[in-house]
Nanobody
């Protein structure tokens, strides 16, 4: 069982990135999928979550209107589209899959927003 995030990097303020989370060893169809982030010295916070069918999404207050979570169950992948990035978005972004008592995490991908 593995979640592998990709797409992070260095971007200027106001820029965009798309993060991907590819699952292997299980199918994400029944799993609620989420993105979390953790900045240095801060607790991990929820960024966005998406229901199994993709119809219901929820976002942290700090990213509402700028980030969009989506999923492609056929590709076993979840995405996080990030627009209008700010320096305070700098963090390690983690993918999470949760269903009943199963809770999987990826290793994280670094996003740095700086000029």
């Amino acid at each position: 069982v593995q979640l592998v995030e990709s797409g992070g990097g260095l971007v200027q303020p106001g820029g965009s990135l798309r993060l991907s989370c590819a699952a292997s060893g299980f199918t994400i169809n029944m799993y609620h999928m989420s993105w979390y982030r953790q900045a240095p010295g801060k607790e991990r916070e929820l960024v966005a979550t998406i229901s199994t069918g993709g119809r219901i999404t929820n976002y942290g207050d700090s990213v509402k209107g700028r980030f969009t979570i989506s999923r492609n169950n056929a590709e076993n992948t979840v995405y996080l589209h990030m627009n209008s990035l700010k320096p305070e978005d700098t963090a390690v972004y983690y993918c999470n899959a949760r269903w009943v008592n199963r809770d999987y995490w990826g290793q994280g991908t670094q996003v740095t927003v700086s000029s």
